[in-house]
């Protein structure tokens, strides 16, 4: 049953920071009463733990007896996925959870997700350059250059997960305002809890309301619509233009 499916479900959120990773993990937390540690930043540690495991291996060379080259990649990394299931069972002993980490080496972190937890769902959030790097200019005080590689880093993360990672379900912060039904709905349908849609749909209602924004969300943000100087816009063009041209973004 769906009550049964939800005792065990488990949820992570991936997707740049201010593009809808915290509302998603909030309405996990309330509409479906998931158990959660805020952000978590466990899976992108331990994939970067196996990734330096590979590089370090691949420059070794046989040069008479060296004990590391007999290391099986395969056992390394069963022992690295055990100990994170472990760790999950401690944390969460019911089974069930939400976990958020933003940023592009979480997004990377997918294979270390389905190796230990083979039936959990992906969530990934995204949001228009624009938008997102002037959030960051507000919300953080970040440069827009560094905003602009930050953006673009996970753009191209999420788009080697739709291609790499099997059965994600990426949404677009942008509908989550402006096609709430459709967005909640779709989500509820990957949860395989649909009988949740139109909670979510109010969930997202709701706090769309309470977004501080003081733009107009029924449209996306361009370059004329935001306070940068002519030369911070020329660096959101270089750094960040062809992605915004590839996932058909407005400029």
């Known amino acids: 049953s769906g009550t049964c499916a939800m005792e065990k479900l488990k ?17 996990m937390r309330r509409v479906f009463r998931l158990p959660g540690r805020g952000e978590s930043h466990v899976m992108p540690a331990f994939q970067d733990m196996i ?5 370090y291996k691949a420059k070794k060379r046989p040069k008479g007896h060296i004990a590391f080259l007999s290391l099986d990649p395969a056992r390394v990394e069963g022992h690295v996925h055990a100990f994170v299931r472990e760790f999950y069972a401690e ?3 019911g089974g069930a959870f939400i976990d958020k980490t933003p940023g592009p080496r979480a997004i990377h972190g997918i294979p270390v997700i389905r190796a230990v937890f083979p039936d959990a769902r992906v969530v990934i959030t995204k949001r228009g350059g624009i938008e997102t790097v002037d959030s960051f200019r507000r919300k953080f ?24 990672c099997p059965d994600v379900h990426v949404m677009e912060q942008f509908d989550m305002a ?19 849609t139109q909670q979510v ?27 940068w100087s002519a030369e911070e816009k ?3 063009l270089r750094v960040s233009g062809d992605m915004m041209q590839r996932l058909s973004y407005p400029i």
């Open 141 to 164: 005080n970040m440069p827009v250059g560094a905003a602009s590689k930050t953006w673009t880093a996970c753009m191209r993360a999420i788009l080697w997960a739709q291609e790499n």
């Open 91 to 93: 944390l969460y002993p």
């Open 51 to 55: 990734d330096a495991f590979h590089r």
């Open 11 to 27: 949820v992570f959120v991936l997707g740049p920071a201010r593009s809808g990773t915290s509302i998603t993990y909030t309405c």
């Open 234 to 236: 020329d660096v959101f």
């Open 201 to 227: 749909a109010r969930f997202l209602r709701e706090n769309e309301k309470q977004a501080s924004s003081s733009h107009d969300r029924s449209r996306p943000l361009t370059l004329g619509d935001v306070a």
């Open 178 to 196: 402006n096609r709430t039904d459709e967005v909640a709905a779709a989500l509820c349908a990957y949860l395989g809890q649909p009988g949740k």
